[in-house]
């Protein structure tokens, strides 16, 4: 198929894209019915040309049609077919597609699911969308062309960057995709209300699955990321604060703290104006998100090349975005502000403890990765800010967010109720402190290690005893309805977070050791035999492949193959081997080699190596697994089928604070 | 007080404090863990503070890597092609650490070398980090405009 249809595709798109901006929003305004009409078709029509130039540049992809230079730059005759695939969004003007074909099926997906809900509202989220998706495709068709010629065609393409071609790749920025652009629902959304001047709290419910599911993708998107550093970078960490984590990690926080915000403005009728704000700094980040890493102004590990062009015009539009959404909130807010009043040690009061850390901790994020942003245009030096600064804030922020965890889904919404409190604070700490004793006794020593235990404990405790209290006072086939079920899931995801992080930082053993074949090194409880070094060969890499013989106690446990290889581009990349278990990862990569390969000498076919016993690493991205599985599992509720939320409100729907109120309501 | 201003009083106060020690923290936090880049030609003019970590950027001189035999220690020169700095480093290198390329080291300087405790290199080989660009371009700039740097050197 021919590139210039895809760059026809992408134009056509552009106009529909306009189209789908003015035509309905001017509709809704005017109130007439034929222009609102248009939304589903021009959104429906935006969605086919852009999978059709997706579907094209992936068939250059698959062709090895070079001539295209995006692909001539990107892949290799000798590149795997799975990669070929993966590797239309492996630089920027592919990754830009891909969150266009995302955007335009989240608008699609609205399309579909959505169409009941009231016509002007509707047009009105429609249309943002569309003006999100203008910009997009302005600065697609501008500034990064995936479908620009190469005359005349190489023979070959310069491989894809060799740190990409891994599985972990494949998952991970479609993930971070549908996060960041999921956000853009609630983000139109809270747009839409404020051009109509209403907020029902229904339009929140509606909404409220789509930012849970935003945030499930961010989250895996995220974990993936991290596990994929972990054995790809050969360093062993899985989180280092740079730039480009921490550009995906503040739609996260502001995403978890509008999750709970939506659910207060659902539930409660409160904090609408905070949800709202949210709801515009939520797609702000990932915004600024995209134009972080895309613009390659920050020196990174991930490094993409500098081009000031597409630097600008992203920080334009998100001006723009951000400008013109904040001055709509501020001259509309007003109008769509309200809520009930609620005490102290309410429920609201915690979950606005947590939503207060996770917004500040995303605040303290930013300063720190655009510091050096704002020093360079100041001229005051290159600066910058590493984890020394990142992680004992974070940590500080977030205790008190982990001290009103358990607290939250245990008070009662509106009123205090202080006899449950002290109940329940008596038997967290118990637990906590039991928990901190008995890890004592299996061989925790430091403080740390103690803390860590009896913090995981806390938050795990709480979500026990929730269940418990459930158990008890609810009947019988109401006691988790999935929205509470996915809280507990997610909550409890923190809670094995807590103790992954914690425990892998304070008990991990990693040596760097030079050593030559036959030797040993004892690690953890260990032992590690080098054997030395062979040459294998790959599909587009020759390998340096090690083999290390692990033993403990002298019986075996399991024989790693690392690897150095060089693909066919010249790049080296390092493939660590890893022995992957619930309770500790065994982790071998392969530094540089130290004495000649042959001959004779002290050092021949001696290699540096990177020895690694880390435990509970998993723990982490199991703790991320299930709070994306919390995300998924609440939009299974029953609440949010699409019935509820077309019903015409003339009531309002939430009973009065002071009114007895009883357990089994769906109290969450 | 009624309910309402009750309510607002709390989250006022709520968001107040928390901004307050928030940014309290950050300010502190952030004063004390920049780093700040300098180029050979900016660490030989003594402008780059001594025993406090600072990060140095440069190219990695031709030549001038050498392994100390059976350990982990490397030895090479960072350059800007008018000041090298003599680095030391022991660990793992990265996979991208090459000769002629551009690298971003972090230390301190004890008695005229570069202790580094960590090393960086890009994951594009072309790609130079505009930050070790810019000081080879500020280098090359005083190096025409003058021996400012030079005497200041021979101050220390």
Redesign the interface.
Known sequence: MNPELGQLALILALLLAALQCALPIIGAWRGSKPLMATAPTLAIGQLVFIALAYGILTWAFWTNDFSVAYVAQNSNLSLPWFYKLSAVWGAHEGSLLLWMLILNVWSVAIVVFGGKLPEAFFSRVIGVLGFVSFGFLLYMITTSNPFLRLMPAPPNGADL?P?LQDPGLVFHPPLLYMGYVGFSVAFAFAIASLLGGELKSTWVRWSRPWTNAAWAFLTVGIVAGSAWAYYEL?WGGWWFWDPVENASFMPWLIGAALIHAQAITDKRDGLRAWTLLLSIFAFAFSLLGTFLVRS??L?S???F??APARGVFILVYLAVVVGGSLLLYALRAPKVTGGK??A?ASRE?MM??GN??LT?AC??VM??TL?PLVGEALNI??????P??FG??FL??MTPLVLALPFGPLSHWGKADLKVWRNALIRIVALAVAAGIAGFIVGARTWYELLGVAAATWVIAGVALFAIKRWREAPRGKRYPFEMLGMMLAHFGVGVFIAGAILTRSMSVEQ???MKPGASVHVGAYDFRFNGVAETPGPNYTAQQGTVVITRNGKPVVTLHPQ?RTYVG?????EAAIQAGVFRDLYVSL??P??PSTGSG??VG?W???VYDKPFVRWIWGGGVCMMLGGFVVILDKRFRLKRAVEPETVRPTPEPEAPRKLAEGEA | MN??R??RL??TL??LG??AI?TG??VF??Q??????YSPTEVDAGKAPNGHPF?LGGIVKEGSVH?V????TTDFVITDRFQNIPVTY????P??FRVGQST?TTGTMQNGTFVATKV?A????T?M???VA??IAKAKEEHKTGDGGRVAGAQK
């Open positions: 960057n740190v050969g390659g102004l020196t590990v991930h490094a090349a500098f009043s609620f102290l009061t606005l403890v207060l850390m500040v605040a303290m300063l720190g510091y030096g290159r600066i910058s800010v590493g020394p600064y004992p804030l500080i922020l760097d050791v030079s150095k010249g790049q080296v990349q390092t530094g540089d130290i004495g002290q050092d001696a540096s190596l990177r | 309910p309402v009750k309510r709390i989250v709520l968001i928390a901004v928030a923290l950050s936090a952030l004390r863990n920049m780093t700040y880049l990060r392994r035999p059976g350990t982990l022991t660990g793992i290198l996979d991208l971003i960086l890009k994951h594009d080989a790609y980090p505009p930050q810019q000081a």
